[in-house]
């Protein structure tokens, strides 16, 4: 089992930034891809950034303003967020996968934190 508790949520003007923070928990925190999703209200939960050992993804429309890292020591995953716009706004959620390589699909990842809520205001 893998505990995660997402963090650093709130509300921030456009053009703003913000740093989300993910601590994990539980079985061995090396061994798992980590992503970040995100779902505002009506839509469906959309892939943001994910990251293991071999390899780093992000969304097309986050690239260039987002930035996902992980501090090994800690067990945390952080997702960085610079120069936010009003449609960023979305509960944001920290998932975990038992891979080697990061993957963009939510149905792939085996647990799930509780999401941290985001809003960019015009």
């Known amino acids: 089992q893998v505990q995660l508790v997402e963090s650093g949520g709130g509300l921030v003007m456009a053009g703003g930034s913000l740093r989300l923070s993910c601590a994990a928990s539980g079985r061995t925190f090396t061994n798992y891809a980590m992503g970040w999703f995100r779902q505002a209200p009506g839509k469906e939960r959309e892939f943001v950034a994910a990251?293991?050992?071999?390899?780093?993804r992000y969304a097309d429309p986050v690239k260039g303003r987002f930035t996902i890292s992980r501090d090994y020591a800690k067990s945390t995953v952080y997702l960085q967020m610079n120069s936010l716009k009003p449609e960023d706004t979305a509960v944001y959620y920290c998932?975990?996968?038992?891979?080697?390589?990061?993957?963009?699909?939510?149905?792939?990842?085996?647990?799930w934190g509780r999401g941290t809520q985001v809003t960019v205001s015009s």
């Open positions: 990251m293991s050992r071999s390899s780093t």
């Open positions: 998932a975990a996968d038992l891979a080697v390589v990061a993957t963009t699909k939510p149905a792939m990842y085996d647990y």
